[in-house]
């Protein structure tokens, strides 16, 4: 997690874990609520502007494995 700057340009990154016994379709609901929340307001009325960055997909039969690797970008 991170909260990017502090002040007025608040900016805050996330990882979000979701586990547990739902069907296709519950997962797909929970991934659209969040998906609503982002692209919405908050219960203040503020404006927010999010988006989802990364998704992910394991199996629950295996294992998963995942290699990231980050560079500094070319100038």
Known sequence: ????????????????????????????SVVKQIKGILNGETDDGADVDGELVHAGRSSNHSPPELSVSFMKPKS
């Open 1 to 28: 997690m991170s909260d990017g700057g502090i002040g007025q340009g608040l900016s805050y990154w996330a990882t979000i874990n979701i586990r547990g016994n739902l069907t296709k379709e519950q997962l797909q």
